[in-house]
């Protein structure tokens, strides 16, 4: 848990309830990620052009990387590809770019120009092929192809959107939108990149998380032999998880 205004980030025993001892860090903590299969937890700091990478066994801060640029970088949105080993880092100084880290060597090995200062979320697809770049004040969503490091697309929100985080769908089929400036959540189809109908959601919104698992799509069969019906459901599919039981329902009581 990232607490900006004192500088540190705290670890939270989920099963136990327990919030741990603060972790001093850079000023200005804004961005967490997980990197390199959850060995290590990346922490940008908008204060301070380092991102700190924080070992989560021992708790400990065991080393820096300093991004440079013209203007002193803010890091704010971090990313990394489904891997773990590739990192990407918003800028939210007038660098208009987003860093690329190696993650296995510690290094910045490049930017990727983009249209605007760093949003607070950017997610990238489950298949690691195309991150989502909120802009603020464009009221655009750059679409960055990870295999070139190029903006391919920039589907055009409401007017007045000041779009601030996105989210990903798990089966990466919609991408949603929220906006500091609007009561609305836009949702991007993936595959065209089209922006659909808004959804009111009655307030401004700057955050936003879907959760991991989804409802099992139920695939039914049947088959006649003579007097007797056959009904499979084997073909179900569980986007997360495993499917452990069929429970059948004809409405007739058995």
Do not use: H, K, R
């Not at 510690?106 to 249209?115: H, K």
């Not at 605007?116 to 969503?141: C, K, S």
């Not at 959107?161 to 990903?168: D, G, L």
């Not at 009655?202 to 032999?225: E, M, R």
């Amino acid at each position: 848990i990232a607490d900006s205004a004192s500088n540190v980030i705290y670890p939270f025993d989920i099963v136990n309830q327990v919030l741990g001892l603060p972790i001093t860090v850079g000023a200005g903590p804004v961005g967490l990620v997980f990197v390199g299969n959850g060995t290590l937890l990346y922490v940008a700091c908008v204060s301070d052009p380092n991102i700190y990478e924080v070992n989560p066994t021992t708790d400990l801060v065991v080393a820096t990387l300093l991004l440079t640029n013209t203007i002193t970088p803010q890091p704010t949105a971090l990313s990394v590809s489904p891997d773990g080993q590739t990192a990407y880092v918003g800028d939210s100084a007038a660098n208009n770019v987003i860093y690329i880290i190696d993650v296995l060597n510690n290094l910045s090995t490049g930017t990727i120009a983009v249209g605007d200062t760093a949003p607070l979320l950017m997610p990238i697809t489950a298949d690691g092929a195309f991150l989502y770049y909120p802009q603020i004040n464009t009221d655009q969503v750059s679409v960055i192809d990870l295999s070139t490091n190029t903006v391919i697309a920039t589907p055009s929100l409401p007017p007045g959107t000041s779009p601030a985080s996105a989210a990903i769908t798990p089966d990466s089929q919609t991408v949603y939108v929220t906006g500091i400036t609007s009561t609305d959540l836009s949702p991007i189809d993936v595959a065209t990149n089209t922006v659909g109908t808004p959804i009111p959601i009655g307030t401004f919104s700057s955050g936003i998380a879907i959760t991991p698992d989804q409802a099992p799509q139920a695939q039914l069969a049947a088959s006649v032999n003579g007097s007797t019906v056959d009904f499979d459901a084997s073909q179900s599919v569980a986007v997360t998880g495993i499917i452990q039981s069929y429970i059948w329902d004809f409405g007739d009581g058995s």
